[in-house]
């Protein structure tokens, strides 16, 4: 048993600076995925609460056009999406696969719909007393998103987001499939194809500590911020 063991991590630091390149990749994905999720997809999310039935700035046009951009992204299975945008990825990026940066191009769509619809269920479950509240002091819908919304909401939208970036990760391991990089097509290329599965099994333990550690982070910070 010992000598299996010393084995394994014999083989575990060869393979150690190719697992390192491709956790640098999934961080990469990551980042444009939790970047567009913030700068596009809370955005997205605030404007289909307002705009809905009831809201503040209603408009059903608007509202019924997001639903449904956002519905077909959400029902996409991943690597069909992935497949999809293909030409494009390649159109826009010179290439489709092997590059981070290029892979994270799905992942960003993706990204902006699925944080979108945490961030509109966070909004909802504001009382409506917070919102009358915020007109009747004369706020505009700008001071009434931040000063009033968003601060109310900030704990579900924390845990809302901490969420999505766990499915960021599990988005990431499935753009190895088709040669994206990142952890998922180390556990692939080195591990499944080469039959090392204890390789693969490794790589599937990292991957399970990076969403412990992002669940462990965004709960403490959700709790850490939360008032009521």
Same mark, same amino acid.
């Given at each position: 048993?010992?000598?299996?063991?010393? &084995?394994? /991590?014999?083989?575990?630091?060869?393979?150690?600076?190719?697992?390192?390149?491709?956790?640098?990749?999934? #961080?990469?994905?990551?980042? !444009? @995925?939790?970047? @567009? @999720? &913030?700068?596009?997809?809370?955005? %997205?999310?605030?404007? +289909?609460?307002? #705009?809905?039935?009831? $809201?503040?700035?209603?408009?059903?046009?608007?509202?019924?056009?997001?639903?449904?951009?956002?519905?077909?992204?959400?029902?996409?299975?991943?690597?069909?999406? %992935?497949?999809?945008?293909?030409?494009?990825?390649?159109? %826009?990026?010179?290439?489709?696969?092997?590059?981070?940066?290029?892979?994270?191009?799905?992942?960003?769509?993706?990204?902006?719909?699925?944080?979108? $619809?945490?961030?509109?269920?966070?909004?909802?479950?504001?009382?409506?007393?917070?919102?009358?509240?915020?007109?009747?002091?004369? @706020?505009?819908?700008?001071?009434? %998103?931040?000063?009033?919304?968003?601060?109310?909401?900030?704990?579900?939208?924390?845990?809302? !987001?901490?969420?999505?970036? /766990? #499915?960021?990760?599990?988005?990431?391991?499935?753009?190895?499939?088709?040669?994206?990089?990142?952890?998922?097509?180390?556990?692939?290329?080195?591990?499944?194809? $080469?039959?090392?599965?204890? &390789?693969?099994?490794?790589?599937?333990?990292?991957?399970? &500590?990076?969403?412990?550690?992002?669940?462990? !982070?965004?709960?403490? +910070?959700?709790?850490? /911020?939360?008032?009521?």
């Amino acid at each position: 048993m010992p000598e299996t063991l010393s &084995i394994y /991590i014999e083989r575990v630091i060869d393979f150690a600076p190719r697992m390192v390149d491709s956790l640098w990749e999934t #961080s990469i994905m990551l980042f !444009f @995925a939790m970047l @567009a @999720a &913030i700068l596009v997809g809370l955005p %997205v999310g605030t404007l +289909l609460f307002l #705009s809905a039935d009831g $809201r503040p700035n209603e408009n059903r046009l608007i509202n019924r056009s997001l639903n449904a951009v956002v519905n077909i992204i959400r029902s996409f299975p991943f690597l069909l999406l %992935v497949v999809a945008m293909q030409p494009l990825i390649r159109e %826009v990026y010179g290439r489709a696969t092997g590059d981070p940066i290029a892979a994270s191009f799905p992942m960003i769509v993706i990204a902006i719909a699925l944080y979108a $619809r945490f961030v509109e269920q966070s909004l909802m479950d504001v009382p409506n007393g917070i919102i009358e509240t915020a007109q009747s002091m004369g @706020a505009t819908t700008w001071q009434m %998103v931040w000063k009033f919304l968003y601060v109310e909401a900030r704990s579900s939208l924390v845990i809302g !987001f901490t969420t999505a970036v /766990i #499915s960021f990760i599990s988005y990431s391991t499935i753009m190895g499939v088709v040669g994206g990089g990142g952890i998922g097509d180390f556990a692939i290329r080195y591990g499944y194809q $080469r039959y090392e599965t204890d &390789i693969m099994y490794t790589a599937i333990i990292v991957i399970i &500590i990076l969403v412990e550690v992002f669940q462990w !982070f965004g709960l403490r +910070l959700a709790k850490s /911020i939360d008032k009521r």
